[in-house]
């Protein structure tokens, strides 16, 4: 049974930081590539950041410099480390699984307010 478990979310002041979590099971983890995304009220779900099979990263445009993704293919998990945070963070943020096919998490709300 495939499983993401996403973790860490919460309510963060104004450039402060947190650190998301998601871990994996039911399938061969190292193989695939690994997605955050997220998805605010009323909008559409965006993609945040990716870490390929092979260690590859990339951002979107609005939390380059401030997030960071990783993975531990050893403990079958992905994380996102996000600095900086601001108030336009505030989101629910998904873990995505993409090779052969694509899996999801449930999702961690990340809110962003003073």
């Known amino acids: 049974q495939v499983q993401l478990v996403e973790s860490g979310g919460g309510l963060v002041q104004p450039g402060g930081s947190l650190k998301l979590t998601c871990a994996a099971s039911?399938?061969?983890?190292?193989?695939?590539?690994m997605n955050w995304y997220r998805q605010a009220p009323g909008k559409e779900r965006e993609l945040v950041a990716i870490?390929?099979?092979?260690?590859?990263?990339s951002y979107a445009d609005s939390v380059k410099g401030r997030f960071t993704i990783s993975r531990d293919n050893a403990k079958n998990t992905v994380y996102l480390q996000m600095n900086s945070l601001k108030p336009e963070d505030t989101a629910v943020y998904y873990c995505?699984?993409?090779?052969?096919?694509?899996?999801w998490g449930q999702g961690t709300q990340v809110t962003v307010s003073s």
């Open positions: 870490i390929t099979n092979r260690g590859s990263t």
């Open positions: 995505n699984a993409y090779f052969s096919t694509s899996y």
């Open positions: 039911g399938f061969t983890f190292s193989t695939y590539h």
